[in-house]
């Protein structure tokens, strides 16, 4: 198939960034998104030109490392699914595809599709863990947890970190992210402890990195390529809440 | 010089607790005057940084990816063996010891495979503790999965995502260690050279991937975490951004290389649709569990499928060889990888690949669909199942391996519900590495390699669901205890300087290789060299190899080095982000070490595990050992680039196992 691509392109954080358009001839079905920009960037290259920088890594949809918005949607057109994971055949011959970097004030660009998202870093730092020293567990068995919680507890631990719901959310809130790590920890009786202490601190950083509040739009659902749930952000609003009073 | 394994004295199953408990110790206020650097962030290096941490060492961490959780220890799908018995089918510490070493074939050693096991249960209880949320069964218990090469179930699992969420679980440790600042934190910085001085390594070189800043970086001791080097082969199922630069830093450094030729490849990986192709995807070995390897019986319906003429569904029960199961009867489709990746290469050798280039076979679920089916309609007491026990089936399966069949369908665009998958072997994983000893240290002083970057304990191949628990046991339980020898040795060397003669060295040497890759300005993109390089490590130095071959490898690849230092093409400068001129430095050691891994094999003539020799092996085709005169481990001295390397040999002494042709009949 024959596709027109528009990309931005931005030379560092500084540069004000514009679209360049490109024309691709020799795109198959089969191919993946990314596996497209490398037919791109080879030819770029071939022409002596700068390639179009983008981040990538496993290229099996967990890393969480490839991040873009294509066609205004994080990720691109199909649900539950990474830039990696989406092949061609979701698009036809003829048509212009549209490619832009996660836009937030807390995720910088560092050059054309790639930004800085160590914000996510730094707030699973203020207190995304369970505090214990490698040699001090017991024995796995010995704290039973209904089947149930704990395939909760994994299906808001699928969060890859990629910042899809920071990109869709039009203030730029970092909520999911946030919720999806606060419940996958205080769904389990191991998290427990140091849970008020966990949603303060976690929610405090947020804030501080610059990401945006919640107005409930649900973008960040809908886009969001592992299914993590809007209920994580409900059930951090009421532990931040009250945590906030339990401090005071 | 002599290859000293330092593997302590005594009964094997005492070892390890009695060494750990002679052991010198590092008292807690020269912890803290001691600094270590881990380079990397997967299992083993997440998990080595946090504990050097917790113990109160100075570490300093370095990653090249953004964010030390996108290391590629992420996408391990299957699970991770441990001998808690659990299940109580029979598992042991030994019997997970005797399983390690039969199945790497004999060729790996008995002290660190042992201890391997032993620490295994204490994996389980630490990532239990983090909150790893491992599937449990109703009563709330730790649930299992059997994986290829046992007999028993001891693979613990979280869905299709373990090696996620054990290095999340990692990651949130480091991030524990790093808020307290016991861990400095460098992510996007890459090593790309390790500093000696008098003989131990003191320190590395990295590049700031942002900017492109040269920096020095001093310590008492140095840690590689790095991974395994299977993008030799270009299409593999490792991330786009492996690679063997700090490891082969280290080699051309003085660090032996060992059993470079040792690769595994994985039976059940999705199989390649295009010249673009940039990446394979592994289907999790967990799959054949229920899956079932068949091609057809007969060409004609190998030819009628490619055709597009014929379903794989319409072809008859009688009409399908399911050659695993026909092989191998007491393991079935769970015989390890090699032997599942090899028989699969024999039946498209023979013509009876199913997709259009010949290169695939079938797993099928269309059994395990009907038997869950009918025990679900049975405990939900539906009395005439018949319509029913596809829907019920198809749910159950679902329920187990969703995750995979989503990925395969978004990747195929077909439906493995209705169609058996298609699937082909490909690169997964390399047992070769850094040559260590029991403490894992490399022959350089100082030095230690832990998880994939080391020649570790999985002998001439892996099992399943061994390399999370080798990450985790190196990172965890082994390294924090044995770098205690060697720092405690270190207690009165002052801070180290990074203004020494040596870092100035290393850090020229870095600029000007950098600068040389720069100035070539050819005309072919880096992209181009390294599928070449992988087409011509997969030729003859992949699933099978043979000596012509393998000598027409490293010419090959000799003239493909020429080609690259003379033509490739990088934009930009060295001091920007520039993804290009990184993919070339990791390109330029990836094209080093295929020589060597041509070398390697050439000198093993025998067939084990994942090297299998065309010219050794038995009438029924199998793997032919030469116990005689190849059980040692092959360390390779570095003597230059293109020149011949030096071969240093540690023999394996055998005391606990008797040394077996291994058979999965």
Known sequence: MKLTLEIWRQKNAADGGHFDIFQLDDVTDDMSFLEMLDVLNDKLLRDKKDPVAFEHDCREGICGACSMVIDGQPHGPMQETTTCQLHMRKFKDGDTITIEPFRARAFPIIKDLVVDRSSFDRIIQSGGYISVNTGQAQDGNAIPIEKEQSQKAFDAATCIGCGACVAACPNGSAMLFTSAKVSHLALLPQGEVEHSKRVRNMVNQMDAEGFGMCSNTGACEVECPKGISLENIARMNRAYLGASVAAE | ?665
């Open chain 2, 1 to 665: 010089m002599a290859l000293n394994n330092k593997v302590p004295a005594g009964p094997l199953t005492e070892k390890w607790t009695n060494y750990r408990s002679k052991m010198n110790l590092v008292a807690p206020n020269n912890k803290r005057r001691l600094d270590v650097i881990v380079v990397g962030t997967g299992l083993a290096g997440a998990s080595a940084a946090s504990t050097l941490g917790e113990l109160g060492y100075n570490v300093k961490c370095f990653c090249f990816h953004d964010s030390p959780r996108r290391a590629h220890s992420v996408a391990a799908q299957g699970g991770i063996n441990a001998a808690k018995n659990y299940q109580n089918d029979g598992d042991s510490v030994y019997r997970l010891f005797y399983d390690t070493i039969k199945g790497g074939d004999y060729r790996s050693r008995e002290a660190n495979v042992h201890r391997l096991a032993e620490v295994s249960v204490n994996i389980i209880d630490q990532a239990v503790a983090q909150g790893v949320p491992f599937a449990r069964e109703y009563g709330g218990l730790l649930a299992n999965r059997s994986f290829g090469g046992v007999q028993v179930s001891r693979t613990f699992y979280a869905r299709g995502q373990t090696g996620q969420q054990l290095l999340l679980g990692a990651y949130s440790s480091l991030s524990r260690q790093i808020s307290t600042g016991n861990v400095e934190m460098h992510n996007r910085h890459e090593m790309l050279d390790i500093v000696k001085i008098d003989g131990i390594a003191r320190g590395i070189i990295t590049r700031n991937l942002l900017t492109g800043e040269i920096e020095r970086h001093a310590a008492h001791a140095v840690v590689l975490a790095t991974g395994g080097y299977g993008n030799v082969f270009y299409l593999s199922t490792n991330a786009m951004g492996s690679n063997v630069t700090a490891a082969w830093r280290a080699h051309k450094r003085g660090a032996y290389f060992a059993n470079p030729c040792y690769t595994q490849i994985h039976p059940t990986c999705i199989p390649v649709s295009g010249h673009y192709q940039s990446k394979l995807t592994l289907m999790s070995e967990s799959l054949r569990n229920d899956g079932r390897v068949w091609v057809p019986k007969r060409m004609e319906d190998v030819i009628a499928i490619r055709e597009g003429k014929l379903s794989p569904v319409d072809i008859a029960e009688e009409n399908r060889d399911y050659y695993l199961e026909r092989r191998y009867p007491a393991f079935g489709n769970l015989v390890p990888r090699d032997v599942a990746s090899r028989a699969a290469k024999v039946a498209c050798d023979e013509g009876f690949g199913v997709n259009k280039a010949g290169l695939a076979v079938y797993l099928d679920f269309e059994a395990a669909i009907e038997r869950y089916g009918k025990a679900e309609a049975l405990s939900q007491g539906i009395a005439n199942p018949n319509g029913e026990v596809k829907k019920l089936g198809t749910e159950v399966v679902a329920a187990k391996y969703g995750n995979l069949f989503d990925m395969y369908a978004k990747i195929t665009g077909e439906d493995p519900y209705k169609t058996p998958m298609k699937i082909f072997p490909a690169v997964h994983y390399t047992m070769g590495g850094l040559w260590v000893d029991y403490n894992l240290e490399t022959n350089v002083q100082g030095l230690f390699a832990v998880g994939e970057a080391n020649f570790s304990d999985h002998g001439a191949n892996r099992l399943g669901a061994s390399a999370l628990m080798q990450g985790l046991a190196d990172g965890y339980f082994v390294l924090p205890y044995t770098i205690g020898q060697f720092l405690s040795t270190q207690i009165r060397e002052p801070k180290i300087s990074t203004d020494t003669p040596e870092f100035a060295e290393a850090e020229q040497n870095v600029k000007s290789t950098q600068e040389k890759l720069l100035a070539i300005q050819g005309n072919t993109p880096v992209e181009d060299f390294h599928r070449r390089l992988g087409l011509i490590v997969w030729e003859y130095c992949g699933m099978s190899r043979n000596a012509e071959g393998l000598k027409k490898g490293r010419k090959d690849i000799a003239a493909l080095r020429e080609e690259f230092w003379s033509d490739v093409f990088i934009p930009g400068t060295s001091s920007e982000f520039n993804p290009e001129l990184d993919k070339a430095t990791r390109v330029a050691d990836l094209i080093e070490l295929g020589e060597l891994m041509m070398v390697d094999a050439l000198d093993r003539n025998e067939s084990c595990g994942g090297h299998f020799r065309e010219e050794y092996k038995t009438e029924e085709g199998e793997a032919k050992r030469d116990d005689e005169n190849y059980t040692y481990v092959s360390a390779w001295e570095h003597t230059g680039v293109g020149a011949d390397p030096q071969l240093h040999k540690e023999e394996l002494v055998f005391e606990n196992v008797e040394l077996k042709t291994r058979s999965y009949k």
